[in-house]
């Protein structure tokens, strides 16, 4: 953003107004009046606010690069409920994967009991590893919807192919793409037109400009809400499995009035902070929150060591004030 | 760590125990014995709960590089304030810099009022340019140290040079080491000489182990306990001025058993995002934190636009419980 | 990688001579035996000449996750090209994507001349904006097979989607897995099964781990040949477009006795840095270079800041000794 | 940089020649005529050029952060070696510590012979546990330059506390500043006094910018010049130590017409690696080479893993140039 002064006017004195409205300011020499040069860091502020500060000829902007994702509305509509800034948070939990028809069952019993709407698991697994379990396919899909229609829960889970969109969309509430795919294109356009709300997960290198166009193809191509969940970028310390980045969770909804939720599980990867980064990302702003868990760790076809007991699972969810 | 099993132990039993536990296990060929490597973003577990696994015969595990840190009481205190986990939350506050005898009293009263325990302002300010505003020095810790006396506050300020310990010490409750210093060996020497608590902000981009290897040089050259402070480390998005590692921030308390306070202020640059940033920190598990504020921040000589002002810190205080 | 030690053995020597052979050794303790832990920053080092250590009793290590790109040659053949340590530098070059069926003729024929072996140019085009273009796509390949096929040459184009693989790789000697894609398991997995070499892009944040995975969904799923291509991955920095990691770019040949190539033009994303990063790429170990050249920058319909002209691309080979 | 247009003037026009420069484009809207954003990954480009496109009224510049740099000549004087861009490169070598007498005038006789120019040895080390060895402090100094002026080899060494600085400076000829303390300000400016040519590594996550600024502290302080020194900065693989930068390399003396060294040992930190980076740094433009070196790497007392065998370094040295 700049800001181009009036001839005459006092650069020092408008600066001060800047700053005070949360701006870092930076002069720039050479142009035919003053201008300041606003850094990307700074509070965001209202346009007219800024044309009112006395001596200010002009506020020059980049056109936005998401306006469909600019004008969704903060709180969308999955289903039956309602998600974003101001409404109750939303938890969705449920193990990695689908593993089988009983599992699920017995874990959607679970959950629905302990006041989460929405049910998880993975169908088609995306692997770094190609040797490592990659999903019961379409197997899992009519054991997930089965359970949840059981339970009263709605299912989110991932698609990975754009050959699979119709099949996976048929099972799912709230169609996810992971953090692997956010940038795949072909994949965001199939998926969109399905028409059924997103759920955009972070790319680990993804800034939050690249994570909303990802957002934009979705909208541009059907989808008629999307919801972004942060779930960890790549850090530099081996002590979590990523690095939770809850300013971008702070961001969404305040500056983008955009709806987002948090991934404890996969951004620590460690059952043991789980909780303490739940309670964090709530009180950041999510939405919501995806947890996993298993009843069985040891015996996960994948991730195990990150899901969360069912005790405390239920305890987590009754701290956090699920199913009021 | 390393898990080494019995002859004729079942690795896939033992290997499902320890998932159960959260650990994340990389089975090892050619070992006289099988052996199951364990990745540090496991689930913290006792030594003692793995070696009671049937099948397991050994534990190995690196010798600590910080034996000093492990030892030290979870909670500690500094002057009449105990800091630490289970302790209700400490809150700092204050200007950047201290920029006049009066805006401190001034900026101490208020503070004093609204239930802040610790005045924080800089007397010597670590630049990133040798052009900016460097301190007021010796006369503004005078001035600090008057105003917190006069309003019943005790005083985090930095030192930045081995040479100005006896001087800063002198003024200060808590030492504070910037994150520039971090691995500043003669300072944090120097500074440890001075026998007072010291708080330890983390590096931009330093490990958790550097972390509290700094620490380590603090307690073994005499302070008498530390404190850490995560203020953000180097992230790759322009939107926050850097990135907020509430991850460690849960770890500390939870696995070393450390008391760490956060920095919400520098963490993102931004004042529309310091509250929830702090609600956030809180949750998981800061003993406190650490707030800048101004009356005037576009007269601030540091850092303005991230300053709150004195109604949303009251505003925040107050809701986050201090002074009760 | 962990080194067990004979009972009785003199831990003292036996380190001594693990960091003689350039290993970062860490001591365990609780172990039946000592054993010394190799952190991955160590040199490559054959298991044989560490077990021929006195007082090493055993070298455990982890199965290799990728045993199928560990048996790949380090030197492949597509169409009549060697490319691989060894082998003389082979240069990929054209226009970021193909715009028309004469500009890439044109350009076709001034690369031939030069002395570049491989045409590039995109027909699907992956961008971060729904907005921007996205390639002519089949008229494309038609246009940029016509165009190698008239001047000789080989050519390199990537592939988005598992539903135009077929029609891809009917165009394409070189089949090109994008930076975005690189963990997207189903494109992998359809595009091996044209059974024509591939190019994989590392993503932005791939660890090298992850990177050769990816080669590995690769070759087992089809592919004859797998090679790899570092185009930057994701910096702090903003003067450079991407952070290029030629460490990598080293580890490859030396280590895994693997062909790499590097695309400068992503990593910097700048003109005037291309030709000393080519350079220092040849210099890391890089097997060839694939490089953007334009006419008309600014008539490029993607990435033309960092498209050399003509001219610049002619110097470059012909120092770097293209076309001998 | 922002380029304001003429009223009237064709912004597609403008920018297509914008774009033919090597810019990114940014179009603003909103000011009182058009403006376009130059993103800072653009190629260098002269103010004049660009005042010279028609339609271009002005480009307006933030003001430079740091002027003396910008002044420094790009060549510097090191003694009797110039050192920069266009001079022949010049090799520093030496042990990461200076053990003792004997090694170093050992050490420094070899490296003499084999065409270094400059001894580097530390006698004060920055250690990140307080448990490692920390240098063998003055005597080492004494042993460093009389090793160094028996054989007609210039010294640099490591200045960490600005207490020590008149004694350091005494026996160094390029004082050097190392990672962890680049942005120690009180040590810049202290070391600075000594008037010696400064040696300033990039810190850890130091932005170009932030690592100018180091060497302007230097300027405004008192150092006749400095040459900057890229180490490796944190990376996310641990396959390296840490991740060297050559693009950075490239920018120095391209773009800002400064000296730039390479410590390939620290950036990689593993033996079998040097030599490839060796040769990609002197390829991107650097003005010479830090080495690491040691006749018994398992017995040095820090560092000996990354350390160069004195064969391996003379057959570099040779391949590289050294001494012609």
Redesign the interface.
């Known amino acids: 953003m700049?800001v181009?002064l009036e001839q005459g006017a006092d650069p020092a004195r408008v600066?001060?107004?800047?700053?005070?409205h949360?701006?870092?300011?930076?002069?720039?020499?050479?142009?035919?009046t003053p201008?300041f040069?606003i850094?990307?860091?700074?509070?965001?502020s209202a346009?007219e606010s800024l044309l009112g500060i006395a001596g200010v000829?002009?506020?020059?902007?980049?056109?936005s690069?998401h306006p469909l994702i600019d004008a969704q509305p903060a709180v969308v509509q999955v289903g039956a409920t309602r998600l974003g800034p101001g409404a109750p948070p939303v938890f969705i939990a449920g193990p990695c994967s689908v593993e089988s028809e009983q599992q699920i069952d017995a874990i959607a019993a679970r959950l629905a009991a302990q006041g989460v709407r929405f049910l998880r698991g993975g169908a088609f697994k995306?692997?770094?590893?190609?040797?490592a379990f990659?999903g019961h396919g379409e197997a899992a899909l009519g054991w997930l919807r089965g359970a949840a229609d059981a339970h009263g829960l709605a299912v989110v889970t991932e698609v990975?192919?754009?050959?699979?969109v119709e099949l996976v969309a048929s099972a799912a509430d709230l169609l996810q793409i992971g953090s692997?795919?956010m940038?795949?294109?072909?994949?965001l356009r199939a998926a969109a037109g399905a028409h059924k709300p997103m759920l955009v997960k972070r790319?680990?290198?993804a800034?939050?400009?690249?994570w909303l166009?990802a957002g934009?193809?979705c909208l541009?191509?059907g989808a008629p809400a999307v919801v972004f969940c942060e779930r960890g970028?790549?850090?530099?310390?081996?002590?979590?499995?990523n690095?939770?980045?809850?300013?971008?969770?702070?961001?969404l909804p305040?500056?983008y009035k955009l709806p987002v939720i948090v991934d404890p599980s996969h951004?620590?990867?460690?059952?043991?902070?789980v909780p303490?980064?739940s309670?964090?990302?709530?009180?950041?702003?999510a939405a919501g929150l995806m947890l996993e868990t298993h009843d069985?760790?040891?015996?996960?076809l994948s991730d195990?060591?990150?899901a969360l007991l069912p005790d405390q699972l239920g305890e987590l969810l009754l701290e956090l004030g699920a199913g009021q």
Chains 1, 2, 3, 4 share one sequence.
Do not use: C, K
């Open positions: 700049i181009v600066r001060r107004e800047l700053v005070d949360g701006l870092w300011v930076v002069p720039l020499e050479g142009g035919p201008q040069l850094e990307p860091q700074s509070a965001a346009r000829a002009a506020v020059a902007t980049p056109r690069a995306p692997r770094t590893s190609p040797y990659q990975l192919d754009p050959r699979d692997r795919n940038q795949n294109a072909p994949l790319g680990m290198a800034t939050i400009d690249e166009l934009e193809y541009l191509h970028i790549r850090g530099f310390d081996s002590s979590t499995r690095l939770l980045d809850l300013g971008a969770v702070a961001l305040q500056v951004a620590v990867g460690r059952r043991d902070l303490a980064l309670r964090a990302a709530i009180a950041a702003g069985e760790p040891g015996r996960a195990g060591p990150q």
